[in-house]
């Protein structure tokens, strides 16, 4: 187990550095091509086509973190009011539905990966195989989270909780916060009149 966390957190470590410097030598280029081309009038050829690629590639990696740390959007709604029993077989149930999503999504770039070898971007020159791969990376990457998911659902106690919960919204929290602040005063003020009335 402790192998499986240490593998986990290089990869995680691995994941969160290439998403880093796919957006950094994208913003590199697409500043550097500005400059050139408004201060010197020139530019570099290949730059837009080289940002879009790093775009798609660094979607489709976020799109892997999104799920590993569970931010996908989604409503649990339903699922919190269910009984554990019946959460677990909610949760395998759609995580299998997507499993055989990601497998459709397996197949598609597979044969259009292969189907586009040959071919190459006009600018970079670099083979098509080398955007149409990022289906194979998404779908391989998520498929083992969703197994992952999946393993920890059914085998480990109180993971169902976990899995199932979703991140609260931004307007949530901002609408929880005034509640807090309240409390928070309240708490204060009781804690200063305390010290007051001991004196």
């Not at 879009?52 to 660094?58: C, D, G, Q, S, V």
């Not at 799109?63 to 009011?81: E, R, W």
């Not at 019946?86 to 189907?115: C, E, P, Q």
Request: glycine share 10%; proline share 2%; net charge positive.
């Amino acid at each position: 187990m402790e192998l499986f966390k240490k593998a986990g957190k290089f990869l995680d470590g691995a994941l969160n550095a290439l998403m880093a410097s796919t957006l950094a030598f994208m913003c590199i280029l697409v500043f550097g091509n500005v400059v050139l081309r408004y201060g010197f009038n020139s530019g570099i050829t290949w730059s837009e086509e080289m940002s879009r690629f790093l775009f798609i590639w660094m979607s489709f990696l976020g799109a892997i973190g999104a799920l590993k740390d569970n931010d996908h959007l989604g409503v649990d709604t339903l699922v919190k009011k269910l009984p554990t029993g019946v959460k677990r077989i909610v949760f395998v149930i759609s995580n299998a539905i997507v499993l055989y999503v990601l497998y459709l999504l397996f197949d598609g770039s597979w044969k259009i990966t292969l189907s586009s070898v040959g071919s190459r971007a006009p600018a970079t020159g670099l083979p098509m195989a080398f955007i149409y791969g990022t289906g194979l990376v998404v779908s391989i990457g998520m498929g083992l989270i969703i197994l992952f998911h999946l393993y920890q659902a059914l085998f480990r106690t109180g993971a169902i909780d976990e899995l199932t919960r979703m991140k609260e919204s931004e307007e949530a929290i901002m609408a929880a916060a005034p509640v807090q602040h309240e409390a928070t005063e309240l708490a204060l003020g009781r804690k200063q009149g305390a010290a007051g009335g001991e004196r």
